[in-house]
């Protein structure tokens, strides 16, 4: 059963300053890895969507990277703003007839101005 | 409409009680699902639906849960006799994919369920 990690939970820092979030996965035999963010009271948003046989995606001030056989994505922000405070969450999806998608608990970003 | 809408935003149930939520798709999206995430947690897969048709239930925490698509757009999500573990959000995601692979994916805003 695939299981998808994100560590810390929380996370704060000034505004400016580049960061990388992490996301780690159990079963590399991925279809592809998804980065979503959640504002309080939103549903979720697709930021990037890396296919598994990519290595990044960029949109923006937004990286994506995979390594599927560490099993690891980070989703790289640059020039980080107070806008960008929200929930980040990654997930997975195996692929198959019902591409379902399993998430990590999110990493809740504040981005102080 | 323009996304995926999702009805009532918030509901209270005292515990036992009987709750319908409702999922209004895009218009012609193929695939149907929804997920429950707790406080603090990420959204855990409950079903999916391919047009009418329920192809995996393996998500539903119990068989007090149940979901339809009778016409393949309007998706409703029952809970029997609910129970304070069932206290969560409801989100519902469709996308115009048979197969959905991950993108594609628009989510509702959820409901916010809680057992009292």
């Known amino acids: 059963k695939q299981e998808v990690t994100q560590i810390p939970a929380a996370l704060s820092v000034p505004e400016g300053e580049n960061l990388v979030l992490n996301c780690s996965f159990t079963?590399?035999?991925?279809?592809?890895l998804q980065w979503f963010r959640q504002d309080p009271g939103k549903g979720l948003t697709s930021l990037l969507l890396i296919q598994s046989s990519q290595r990044e995606q960029t949109s923006g001030r937004l990286n994506a990277s995979l390594d599927k056989s560490s099993g690891r994505s980070t989703l790289y922000i640059a020039a980080s703003q107070p806008g960008d405070s929200a929930t980040y969450l990654c997930a997975a999806t195996q692929g198959g007839a019902n591409s379902k998608l399993t998430f990590g608990k999110g990493i809740t970003l504040s981005v102080r101005p | 409409g323009a996304g995926v809408s999702q009805s009532p935003r918030y509901k209270v149930a005292k515990r036992g009680q009987d709750v319908a939520l409702r999922c209004d798709p895009i218009?012609?999206?193929?695939?149907l699902f929804w997920y429950q995430q707790a406080l603090g947690q990420g959204p855990e897969f409950l079903t999916y639906f391919q047009n009418e048709a329920q192809l995996d239930k393996s998500g539903l925490p119990s068989d007090r849960f149940f979901a339809e698509r009778p016409e393949g757009s309007v998706s409703t999500l029952k809970i029997q006799r609910t129970q304070q573990e069932d206290s969560a959000v409801y989100l519902c995601?469709?996308?115009?994919?048979?197969?959905?692979?991950?993108?594609?994916?628009?989510f509702g805003s959820g409901t916010r369920l809680t057992v009292v």
């Open positions: 995601a469709s996308s115009p994919s048979s197969r959905a692979l991950g993108y594609g994916y628009t």
């Open positions: 218009s012609g999206h193929v695939s």
């Open positions: 079963d590399s035999a991925i279809y592809n």
